[in-house]
C-alpha cells in the first residue's frame, strides 16, 4: 500500500508535555497538507508544504504549533506546551500539485488522535 | 472567510431508501471533492467535480455540480449499512488555495 501513513495512529499525553506527530505522503506527491478535525466538524486546514517550501503558516493555531517538511518527503508536526484544547485528531493529507490536471484533489493519512489529559 | 454549508447535518434512514444531502457557498468553486470518512480513520476522496453542471456516477452514488458552481449534491440510491459514515464536500476557490471542508453529514444507514 503506497498511500499517505502517519505515526503515531494515536497519542495520550499530559498537558505542557511536547508532541511530534509524523506524515508520509504518497511519494510522488509535491505538496504535503496538515489538518485538524475535532468532534463534529469538518477538517480544519492549518499549513502546507510545496516540496520542502511552507506555502502558507498563518493558519497554525498558536506559535505552539510549528511544522517541517525539510528534504521534501516526509513532514512533522509538533505542538509544544500542549493543552487540553489541542486534543483532537491530526490528518494529513498530499497532492500532485501541477501533474495530471486534478490538483485539487487530496489524500489522506489515517490521522493521529491526540489526547491531552 | 469562506463557508461551505452541508445539510442534514445528521441523517438516519432505512436500508433500501434513497438519499441526498448538500453542499453550498456564497462562492463559485475552482473544484469541488466530495469525501466519506469512517470513526477514526481520514476521508476518503470519492469525486472531484470541475465544470458547472456536472454529474458524475460511482455505483449507487450520483455527484452532482450546480451551473454556477456554487453548490453540489450526493445522492444515494438504495442506501446500505456500508454508506454509513461522514459525508464531507471541500471547495477550492481559486485552483491554488487549500481546501475549505464543510462539517459534513454523518449518514446511518439501518438495516
New interface residues.
Given amino acids: 500500500d503506497t498511500g499517505v501513513s502517519q505515526d503515531p495512529r494515536h497519542k495520550i499525553t499530559k498537558r505542557g508535555q511536547n508532541v511530534t506527530f509524523r506524515c508520509d505522503p504518497i511519494s510522488e506527491h509535491n505538496r504535503l497538507y496538515w489538518y485538524r478535525q475535532t468532534l463534529g466538524q469538518g477538517p480544519e486546514f492549518l499549513t502546507y508544504f510545496q516540496n520542502e517550501a511552507q506555502l502558507e503558516k498563518s493558519r497554525l493555531l498558536s506559535d505552539r504549533f510549528s511544522a517541517e517538511r525539510p528534504k521534501g518527503s516526509f513532514s512533522t508536526l509538533e505542538i509544544q506546551r500542549t493543552e487540553q484544547g489541542d486534543s483532537a485528531m491530526y490528518l494529513c493529507a498530499s497532492s500532485p500539485w501541477g501533474t495530471s490536471g486534478r490538483s485539487g484533489e487530496q489524500f489522506f493519512g489515517p490521522g493521529t488522535r491526540l489526547t491531552v489529559l | 472567510t469562506q463557508l461551505?454549508e452541508q445539510s442534514p447535518q445528521f441523517l438516519s434512514i432505512q436500508e433500501g431508501e434513497n438519499l441526498t444531502v448538500y453542499c453550498n457557498s456564497s462562492s463559485v468553486f475552482?473544484?469541488l471533492?466530495w469525501?466519506r470518512q469512517e470513526p477514526?480513520?481520514?476521508?476518503?476522496?470519492l469525486v472531484?467535480v470541475?465544470t458547472g453542471g456536472e454529474v458524475k456516477k460511482l455505483k449507487r452514488l450520483t455527484f452532482q455540480f450546480g451551473d454556477a458552481r456554487k453548490d453540489s449534491s450526493l445522492h444515494i440510491t438504495a442506501a446500505q449499512p456500508g454508506d454509513t459514515g461522514l459525508y464531507?464536500c471541500?471547495g477550492?476557490w481559486s485552483?491554488n488555495t487549500?481546501?475549505?471542508?464543510?462539517?459534513?453529514t454523518r449518514l446511518s444507514v439501518i438495516a
Avoid at chain 2, 477514526?40 to 476522496?45: A, D, M, N, S, Y
Fill in positions: 461551505l475552482s473544484s471533492q469525501y477514526g480513520e481520514g476521508p476518503v476522496l472531484t470541475v464531507l471541500a477550492d485552483g487549500p481546501l475549505v471542508f464543510g462539517k459534513g
